[in-house]
């Protein structure tokens, strides 16, 4: 499969910040944002033995789709290892789940087993690992040629941390990120695992409110309207609005010049917005009764 890199570099404003969006959500519908980077190794080897692909993470996880669609791309059994299956999400498919389990994934409920057999290939959770370098690399060099000016900060939310670390390695800029899973600490023990001898690591920065990966939040869904109303570009509704949020409260702590990443993600706002829409609904009631 050959993705089309590279993606456009947009001017917008936000709350009176002018910024450049790097558009990695429009490289493919199934292969966007940092996944296409993260993956783009595993989309050119030819693995000639693998039969059958595993991974972990959330049930409802981006990388779970993208690596659902790889292994039916190959002809490859899928196995997604998850903690637990919310009840109604298993009796309402939907999202990223659905169509992952439309692309053949099989799902289980339990931790993943360690192996060492050569016709199975496995992925960490997101994507995390060194393979993900290769694709990074890419972002960098576009990056690279597109921006007018290295002292541009770059920034973008995080998970595991792999797309702003490798990216760090490969830019003269500074680039700049939140936690979206853990802490601070977190995201740090997540680069050291990457490269415990790295020199030059991504800055991280995060809010005094402590939120939890997932949970729902007013603020969250408000500013992530606001930067649709006000841009026409659809964000990630899981990790942008806490990107915005840390980046409009660092704004002092940054260049004057900022480059934002859309890391894509979209086909999961199906499942945030009705978790959302729930939550509204369960309000009303509340309030009515």
């Not at 972002?139 to 770059?154: K, M, N, T």
């Not at 915005?244 to 990443?261: F, M, P, Q, T, V």
Request: charged letters at 25%; one cysteine or more; hydrophobic letters at 35%.
């Amino acid at each position: 499969m050959k993705l089309h890199y590279s993606s456009p570099l947009e001017r917008y404003t936000f709350r009176g910040i002018d910024f450049w969006l790097k558009r990695d959500d429009l490289i493919d519908r199934d292969f966007s944002g940092n996944k296409a980077r993260k993956f783009a190794w595993y989309l050119q080897q030819p693995f000639p033995e693998v039969t059958e692909l595993r991974s972990y993470g959330s049930p409802q996880s981006n990388a779970m789709y993208s690596l659902s669609l790889l292994a039916r791309m190959r002809g490859w059994r899928f196995r997604y290892y998850v903690d637990h299956i919310a009840p109604w999400l298993r009796a309402n498919p939907h999202g990223n789940y659905l169509a992952a389990l439309q692309n053949g994934m099989e799902i289980v409920e339990g931790e993943m087993p360690k192996t060492y057999e050569r016709t199975i290939l496995t992925i960490d959770e997101g994507g995390r690992g060194p393979e993900a370098a290769y694709g990074l690399r890419m972002l960098a060099r576009e990056l690279s040629a597109q921006l007018p000016d290295p002292e541009i900060d770059i920034f973008l939310p995080s998970g595991t941390g792999t797309t702003a670390f490798y990216l760090q390695q490969f830019v003269p800029n500074r680039v700049v990120t939140t936690p979206c899973v853990g802490d601070t600490a977190y995201l740090h023990a997540q680069f050291r695992m990457l490269d415990p001898d790295a020199q030059r690591l991504p800055t991280v920065v995060d809010l005094e409110k402590k939120y939890h990966f997932g949970k729902l939040y007013p603020q969250f869904f408000k500013i992530w309207v606001e930067l649709f109303e006000k841009t026409g570009v659809t964000f990630d509704l899981l990790y942008d609005p806490k990107g915005w949020l840390a980046l409009l409260a660092h704004r002092d702590l940054l260049s004057e010049k900022i480059c934002y990443i859309h890391q894509g993600g979209l086909l999961g706002n199906e499942s945030m917005i009705r978790r959302y829409q729930r939550k509204r609904d369960a309000m009303d009631r509340d309030h009515s009764s």
